[in-house]
Structure formats: C-alpha cells, structure tokens
C-alpha cells in the first residue's frame, strides 16, 4: 500500500525538519532510505488512541487534525489542525502508550518510517531524542488533565480551554529506568503528572503527592518514566492569555519557511494511498504466533474496563462495552471498588470461564496464562508466563515484559490470580462422550506421551521371555556363567528403566488427569449452579450429589481404561504375531478361548448394567437420607427420633447392601467362569506344548517362553469382561450425570445478550401475574396487578402458603411467572441481564445460610475487599456489632458448618449485616427478623429503615405491628391480593388484616412500629 520515491526528494525535506535537520549527512541518508510516501484521503484516520501506531508521520503536504480523548464525557475534541513539517505518532513510541488521535482534514502526503526504525534511532542518536522528547504533545497533554480532572470528579472545567491555556508552560522530565531523582530537584509549587512508566507507587496517569513521599523517588517499569510539570495555579495564570504557538511550533515554523512548495515536486508521482484502517505495531502486540491484544483505559472503571475488552479480543469473544460499563459503574458505586471477585462476575457475563486461586510469586511460572491480576492498584493480564519473564497487558501503559523479581516488587509474595478458560462453543445436543473430547484434546500431548511411554514398558516385557529362553536353551546347556552373568546384568537394566519409566508415565498421567478432573468439574459446578430455582426443589441434595460423582468414574474410563484398551489391542496383535513365529499350532491352542470368553461377556452385561442402575438409586436413596438427617440433626434430637432415623437409614442401607451383594455376585460367578477359562488354556497349552517339546518341534526354552508371551495375550482377554461391565458403569454415569447437564440453565445465549438494567430507581409494577410450579397443581398466584412507587416501604403479610415469598421471588426472577410480567422502573425484568438484577437486589431469608468460616468473612461476603469499617458500620446497622464483640474471638469467631456455633437470632443479624455490605437498591427481607428478641427485631427494623430511607423495601412478616407503619401493606391469601393500604386504611375496613391485627393485638404483642414514615 505504500510507494517508494526517489530519496533525494525525501531527504531535501527532511534536512530542513526539526529535528531531522540535527542528523549528519550519512545519519539522515540512512534514515531517508527507510522513509515511503503515503497518501491519505479526507476524513481517513493516521492514528487511534486504542493502538500503538506501527510508523511516525512527517506531513509533507496537507492538513491533519488532531483530537483529544475526553474520559469524563466519552467524547472525542478537536485541539487543532497542523500542517506541513510535523511529526505525529512520535509520542505513542516514547511513551509505550498510545494517545494520538489524527485525521486527515484535506488530502494528506505524509513521508512514514517505521516504529522500529525510529526507536533504533532514538537509541542511536542522543541529541536526536532529547530534541523530541523534551516536548510536551497537545494530545498527551489533554489526556493527562482528562484523567485527572476525571478523578477529581470535575466535569465544569472545560479541558479543551485549559489544556491550550497551560501547553506553552508545560515542562518535560524524563528519567531513566531505575534511575532515582531527589525530591526536592521537583518544584512542589507544580503539578507533577505520571506520562508513562512508574515513579514509586504512581502508575501512569497518576498525580504525584509530595506528601506521601521520601526524599527519593525511584524509577520502576522497563522503559523509564516521563513525566509533564504544569503550573499550579494555571486557571488565574492563564486566564486572559490567548493561544499562541509554543517555542518548538515557532522553530518548526522558522524551518519550514526554508522548505520550498514541494507540491510541485510530487504531483506526478503515483503515490497511494493508505489502508483504511491504521496500521498496529507489531513489535509490541505480538510474540510468536500469539497475538496480545492492548486496549488502553486509565482509572477506576476505565482500567478493568480495558482488560475485559482485551480478553474478549484474545478470546474471539463478544464484548458489549456499554452493557459491561454500566455493571462496573453500579458496582463502584455500591462497594467503592472493583475487586477481583467482581472482575470474575463480569468475565462470566462475556462468555469465559473462570477460577479464582491464591497464587505465590514463586509459582506463578505455573499459571496458564492468560489470566487476569490486580496489579499496582488496578488491573493487568497475565499473556505469557515463563519461569524468567511475564509479558504483561497493562491498560495505562501498554503491552510490558518483566522479571519475576521486578515483577514481584510491585505484585508481592502472594495474590490472587482470576485463572481463564475460553468457551467451549458446543452446539447444544444430549449430554455423551462428546462432552468430554475437548477437554481431553487439549491434554492430548500428554497424553500421547503416556500412550508412546506405556509402549515402551509393554515392549520391555517381552525381554523377560526371551532372556528367559535363552538362558534355558543356550546358557544352560552350554554351562556358561559368564553369559548368564551378562544376561542377568541385561534383565537388570531393563528392570530398571522400565521402573523408571513406569514412574514418568505415572507422573504425567496423573498430573494431566488431575487437572482434567479440575477443568470438567469446575464446568459441572458452574452448569449446576446457574440451573433455575425449580430444577432444585424438583430434586434432593444427596442424589445430586451422588449424580456430580459420576464425573470421576466418566473420565477415568476415557483416559485410564481407554488407554489399556488401546495398549491391549495393539500389543494383543503383536504377540500373537511373535506367537505366530514359534509355533502356529500353539498359537491357534492359546487362543480356542477367545470365543468362550465373548460368549460370556456378551451374556453377562446386560444383567450387570440394569444391576449397576438399580446399585445407584439405591445409593442415592441412602445418602439423600443421610444428608437430610444430618441437615436437621437439631430437629432429629429434639423431636427424640434418633432410633426412627437410624431404622430408616439401615432399611435403606440394606436395599443398598442387596443390590450390591447381586451385581458382586454376578461380576463374581463371571469372573470364576472367566478364571476358569484361563487356567483351561494354560492346562491345554502345557499339554499340547509338552508333546511338541517331546517330538523335538520345540525347545523347552521355547514353551516357556511361548507360555510367557501368551499369558500377554490371554491376561488383556480376561479384562475384557472388567472392560465391558466399566463401559457399562460408564453409561450409567453418563446417564445420570446427563440429567444435570442436559438440564436448560435459567441464562441462555439469548438471554445473556439482553440490555443491563441501569441503577433500579424502585418502581415495581406486577401486570396480570398468575404462576403455577406445574399444570397439574392449583396456582400459587392469581391474576395479581401490583404497583409499588420508588422509595415505598410495603409490608406483605397473611397466613402460611399465601404466596408472599413467591412473590417477591418473581421479582428476582428466581421463578419464571406462567402468565403476565413484572416491571421494575418500566423495564421488564424477563428482558433484562440477570445478572445486573440481581446485583440490585438484596434479600435476607428466614432460614438463613452462613457459611463456614469467620463471621467477618461472611459479612464481608459480597464484597471481599470491605474495610474493617464498613464491615462493622454494617454489622451495627444489623444490631450486630455488640454481640460479636462479646465473642472471644470477636469478628474473627469461626461460625461453624452453616452458622451452626451461633443462634438463630444471630445468624439472621449476620446474614442482614452481609446484604448491608452488598448495598443493594432495592431490599427484600422475607421473615428476616422473625428469630430476634422484641428489641432486638425494633432495633434492626429502625437501622434498615433509616439506612434503606429512599430505597424501595418489601418486608414480609407474620407480625402486623412491625410493619404499621409501612407506606403500603399488602395482605395476602391463597395467592392473591385481598387487601391493600396503610395500616389505618386496612384497620377502617375491618376485614381480614383489622381481624389479624386484633388477634395479634390480644396476644400481646408490643406497639412499636416501623416503616419509612
């Protein structure tokens, strides 16, 4: 796409182009010759911020205008337009981060060189690059302020008027890498701003604060660092001084007036014209065949941001920046920060899989890359990881490659690292084998080495029956020590690295079907997990459990018993070849068996198959029931039905203990038959061999070796009865596992796509709803239209089985409604990407689940990286703090296998302190407080009223007086709305809420309320 031209042309510009005119003859000549025209059409872009550019531009002719990012409005903003004799795209090279944005304002020429032809020059030539560097571009100028004032929350300022304002009074420092620089050589009265590389903790982008600092400040990264001083009070200073051209405008301009028209000059050349599209640096975005993406994004959203965009890009993956943006929006303004945790939801959201794992230093050459990290206070991927050096994607910096040791200056001993998996892109059919087979494809030069390993240990084993006729016929009869000497040292030898061999094989073959067994099971779990509601009220704990066992069993027989088969079949043929060359009579008496042998495993499989399905129910049955025991121990001991239970559990075992009993004994009656059959054979060689021995058609070394070689043969036929009843247990398990995997998540492809609901304001419209768990049984609600206003605090109430918590759960889209919609600020919620709903919404439920651990860590649950003050700001809002500091072990109190070591009034506060923490706009609590004391219930139910004042809140309860004072309460029975109003309203009509409240009234329940009142 590009043209070369004579070079003198080229260099009689370039001679007379600051600071091209500072090379001597023979520099500039060399360079000339690496120089080509190019010519751009009106309105066609030279450069993008979002790519490293792979060439600098001189305008040999034309107009180009230059635009500037602006981060707080998203906006591109045109800074000005220049002309002939400047040099763009120098500044994206010497910072290592691209920000240039340029388009050709009229028909452009431009004389391009090569990215990597003006780094070398640069290197080459000192005077050169300091000429260059020493300068501060509008571009990079107006980026700096835009993160800045982008932190600093100023969206007033207008950045185009500053920047033009400050640019002349803007002073460049570059300094070398490791280099160190004493603070007071920095004029503190100015504004130090981070253009690239790191000074200390300040990444690029970053603001220097003198106060945070020592007396030194040191260079880290491996280009430098470069940074822009700009006056402190530069609004006042600058106020009434128009834009004028700087000091290197004004000499460009005094070398340009030397330059004679060169329009004239290149008119009749055929110049062509560029590519349409910019082209990418090569040298920084590709190592290899692999390519690394780099997308550039500065601050707290605009960072992680970039990453997510970056592994979409790696992984071929679609990436819906505006969706993606908000989540992370709505995420820093409920938690303040975008944890790691977080950053995992929101590549689930885009189609990767994910692992979390806590990673040392010295192990981080074992990570498979790539993978995403905290790193200096944002975000970077992990693209190549080697025992010596990590290529890393950094958003404010660029595509960088560290030393370990460099590396763990800044990343630490030990972090977390968010381990990612492409998608499988699976068509969408019946659960099998098949399921497997990429899994198994990607180990597969593993596993092909295991196989070539397993070959050489099946080869070393005929060694034993040749020695072994050797040393019968030669040795033996000959009498010679010496060659059984050698022989015995041989078969040492062999024994030996057969061993050695064996161990190898071991090695890898565990190792690679251990991490096999990790990538299959985190699927089955992540596909489990985002199963709906109903697939697991449908089903019990134990038998789903039983069923994600199965999983071993599956891959085992792929990648164990397979393997033998294979081994089996192929050295089966090679035996009895070998067989073959000693005696075909022998051959054909070895194997007469083989039919008998089919016979019985193709009688005996179908029984042990339908033995095998009934040996599984069974098993789940048991271990249902034993988990259900041990779930409701309390209830267990309490109800004095510990004998009962264990009557139930040992009817149950005994129909386990039967079933089991009959498949062993017909794998066992199998087994003798097949044992049987092969000592048959063995009688029937030895006899048959004997005679052949006898008629001096075969040695007595022979025989036994021949004795030897078939028992190879013979022992592969007898695992072939085991072989089968596996592939028979394989199918069972293929079977039951494939009803979890062939089960629709509650998130298909179609849903994924859908709009991000933005921040839920708190309008809630249920339209004509009416739902049902199945056809066959009555509906759980009727025709129920419902509208809440934001802000409103609505108590739901009514008796047992009324529909109040399935209500509230076809909010959360935990149950799909059989007919109507719900609507949460006019946007249906079936409509909406289920994750950024449910994000939204916090729900405490009455059985509350803790899990094991601290309670500081499951308060801090949904936000790992909380402060210990938000921690116990939520824990008080909880009414929770006064009590875990009376623990012994305070914040730090191990809570036990679901909350099991606190109350259950305890464990409702920790659980309503742990959806405090998620800050959600919009709170359900379903019989949240229904374990607490009178005061502690009036307590907790004032906190969330005050901190959750103008946030829409559903409150369901049995107790009338907890929620009079609500805005709107809702009273229910047998799935519909029977009632509506404030608690005066309900009272004037005297129906069934005037009627509870009374009944409550005279049980002597207390007068406190709640509500947002």
């Given at each position: ?7 003198n ?12 005119n500072q090379l001597n003859?023979?520099?500039?000549h ?30 040999y ?9 602006d ?40 004389i391009?060189?090569?990215a990597a ?5 640069i290197?080459?030539?000192p ?16 980026e700096l302020?835009?993160v ?14 500053l920047?033009?304002k ?33 000074v200390?903790?300040?990444a690029?982008g ?6 945070s600092v ?11 660092a470069?940074l822009l001083s700009?006056?402190?009070?530069e ?9 004028s ?6 000499r ?10 060169p ?28 390519k ?11 960072a992680?941001?970039?990453c ?21 929006q ?6 303040d920060?975008?944890?790691?945790q ?27 890359a ?11 991927i992990?693209?190549?990881?080697t025992?010596k ?14 030393k ?10 030990e ?24 899994s ?17 240990v099946?080869?070393f084993?005929?060694?034993n ?5 050797v ?13 059984l ?12 690295f ?30 489990l ?20 066992n ?5 891959r085992s027989f792929?990648?164990?018993t397979?393997?033998?088969v ?10 009895i070849?070998?067989?073959l060359?000693?005696?075909w009579?022998?051959t ?5 068996t083989v039919p ?13 198959r ?8 069974r098993?789940?049955d048991?271990q ?12 267990v ?6 004998l009962?239970?264990?009557w ?13 009993f ?8 199998a ?5 049987f ?8 060689l ?7 021995v ?13 004795r ?12 072939l009865?085991?072989?089968w009843?596996?592939?028979q ?14 089960a ?7 849903n ?7 921040e839920?304001?708190g309008t809630?419209?249920?339209?004509a ?40 759960k076809?909010l959360?889209?935990?149950y799909?409604?059989?007919?109507g ?5 006019g ?9 950024s709903?449910r ?21 801090a ?5 909380a402060?210990?003050?938000e921690i ?16 012994p ?9 679901r ?7 305890q ?20 019989e ?6 009178y005061?502690?219930e ?7 009223a ?23 309460i809702?009273v229910?029975?047998q ?16 129906g ?7 009944q ?9 309320v709640m509500?947002?009142?």
């Amino acid at each position: 796409m590009t043209y070369s031209v004579a070079s003198n042309q080229v260099h009689e510009f370039l001679e007379q182009t600051f600071p091209f005119n500072q090379l001597n003859p023979q520099q500039l000549h060399t360079v000339t010759t690496k120089c080509q025209l190019v010519r751009y059409r009106t309105g066609q872009p030279l450069f993008v911020r979002e790519s490293m550019p792979a060439q600098i531009a001189i305008i040999y002719e034309g107009k180009v205008r230059l635009l500037g990012y602006d981060q707080r409005t998203e906006k591109p903003a045109s800074l000005q337009v220049v002309g002939a004799g400047e040099i763009l795209g120098w500044v994206g090279l010497v910072r290592g981060v691209p920000c240039e944005i340029a388009i050709a304002s009229t028909e452009v020429i431009c004389i391009t060189l090569p990215a990597a032809d003006f780094l070398d020059l640069i290197q080459s030539e000192p005077l050169f690059a300091e000429a260059l560097s020493n300068k501060c571009v509008l571009s990079e100028l107006f980026e700096l302020l835009s993160v800045e004032l982008n932190r600093q929350a100023d969206a007033n300022t207008n950045l185009k008027e500053l920047a033009l304002k400050i640019w002349q009074d803007v002073t460049v420092l570059n300094l070398s890498k490791g280099s160190k620089v004493n603070i007071s050589q920095l004029d503190s009265q100015r504004i130090w701003l981070v253009s690239s590389g790191a000074v200390e903790n300040f990444a690029a982008g970053s603001r220097l604060d003198f106060d945070s600092v020592g007396q030194f400040l040191r260079v880290s990264g491996i280009r430098g660092a470069r940074l822009l001083s700009l006056p402190q009070e530069e609004g006042k200073k600058y106020a009434n001084i128009p834009h004028s051209s700087t000091p290197v405008e004004t000499r460009l301009i005094a070398s340009l007036q030397k330059i004679q028209n060169p329009k004239s000059e290149i008119q009749n050349l055929e110049i062509p014209y560029a590519s349409d599209e910019p082209p990418i640096s090569s040298s920084e975005t590709n190592t290899g065949q692999t390519k690394f993406p780099y997308v550039r994004g500065n601050g707290a959203i605009d960072a992680p941001l970039a990453c997510l965009q970056m592994l979409s890009q790696y992984f071929g993956v679609s990436f819906r920046r505006d969706l993606i943006k908000k989540v992370l929006q709505n995420q820093l303004k409920a938690a303040d920060n975008i944890s790691l945790q977080v950053a995992g939801a929101v590549v689930e959201m885009i189609g990767l899989r994910t692992q979390l794992v806590q990673v040392p230093v010295t192990a981080i050459h074992r990570v498979k890359a790539p993978a995403l990290i905290r790193y200096n206070d944002s975000f970077a991927i992990l693209y190549s990881i080697t025992e010596k050096e990590i290529v890393l994607g950094i958003p404010e910096s660029g595509i960088s490659r560290r030393k370990i040791r460099d590396f763990s200056e800044v990343w630490g001993n030990e972090s977390q690292v968010l381990l990612l998996q492409a998608p499988l892109n699976k068509p969408k059919e019946k659960f099998s084998l098949k399921w497997f087979l990429p899994s198994i494809y990607k180990y597969r030069r593993v596993l092909t080495e295991v196989l070539i390993a397993s070959a050489f240990v099946q080869l070393f084993g005929l060694a034993n029956p040749i020695i072994t006729q050797v040393i019968i016929d030669k040795v033996l009869v000959q009498k010679s020590l010496d060659t059984l000497d050698v022989l015995g040292i041989f078969l040492l030898g062999v024994g030996v690295f057969e061993a050695l061999l064996t161990t190898l094989r071991t090695y890898l073959f565990v190792d690679t079907t251990n991490r096999i067994d990790l990538s299959l099971g985190s699927e089955v779990i992540d596909h489990l997990l985002k199963l709906p509601l109903s697939f697991f009220e449908k089903r019990r704990i134990g038998e789903l459990a039983g069923r994600m066992n199965e999983l071993e069993n599956i891959r085992s027989f792929l990648t164990g018993t397979a393997l033998t088969v294979v081994l089996d079949a192929i050295f089966s043929v090679i035996y009895i070849v070998v067989m073959l060359f000693y005696s075909w009579t022998l051959t054909l008496v070895a194997l007469a068996t083989v039919p008998l042998f089919g016979l019985l495993t193709m009688s005996v499989s179908p029984i042990v198959r339908q033995q095998l399905k009934h040996k599984a129910e069974r098993y789940a049955d048991t271990q249902s029931y034993f988990v259900e025991v041990l779930s409701g121990i309390q209830t267990v001991k309490a109800q004095n039905i510990e004998l009962k239970s264990r009557w139930q559990w040992q009817q149950k075992h005994v129909k386990y203990i039967s079933a089991g009993f009959k498949n062993v004994i017909t794998s066992s009656t199998a087994s003798s038959i097949s044992g049987f059959l092969n000592k048959f054979s063995g009688f029937l060689l030895l006899w048959v061999g004997a005679h052949l021995v006898l008629a001096n058609q075969l040695t007595l070394g022979q025989l036994i070796a021949f004795r030897m070689i078939a028992g190879y043969v013979t022992s592969p036929l007898l695992r072939l009865i085991q072989l089968w009843q596996n592939f028979q247990e394989t199918a069972l398990s293929i079977e039951r596992l494939g009803d979890v995997l062939d089960a629709p998540q509650e998130i298909d492809e179609a849903n994924s796509k859908n709009i991000t609901l933005p921040e839920i304001k708190g309008t809630v419209n249920y339209e004509a709803i009416s739902f049902g768990f199945n056809a066959n049984v009555a509906l759980q609600l009727r025709n129920i239209n419902l509208e809440i206003n934001a802000g409103s605090f609505v108590g739901i109430v009514g008796q047992s089985g009324s529909g109040k918590s399935t209500l509230t759960k076809l909010l959360q889209r935990l149950y799909e409604p059989t007919s109507g919609r719900v609507k949460i600020d006019g946007y249906d919620v079936s409509k909406v990407e289920l994750y950024s709903l449910r994000r939204q919404i916090g729900t405490v439920l009455q059985d509350t689940l803790l899990f094991s651990g601290t309670i500081q860590e499951n308060i801090a649950l949904t936000n790992p990286e909380a402060s210990s003050e938000e921690i116990i700001e939520a824990a008080k809002i909880a009414d929770a703090h006064d009590f875990i500091m009376s623990l012994p072990n305070g914040y730090n109190t191990i809570v036990g296998e679901r909350g099991s070591a606190l109350s259950g009034g305890q464990r409702q506060r920790i659980a309503i302190a742990r959806t405090v923490m998620q800050n959600p706009n919009l709170l359900i609590l379903d019989e949240a407080t229904s374990a607490l004391d009178y005061n502690s219930e009036r307590q907790v139910c004032q906190n969330l009223a005050e901190a959750f004042r103008d946030r829409t809140v559903f409150f369901i309860t049995h107790r009338l007086t907890t929620v009079k004072n609500a805005d709107v309460i809702l009273v229910m029975d047998q799935g519909a709305i029977v009632e509506r109003g404030t608690h005066s309203e309900l009272m004037a009509l005297k129906g069934r809420y005037f009627c509870l409240y009374q009944q409550q009234e005279g049980m002597g329940n207390g007068e406190w309320v709640m509500g947002n009142g």
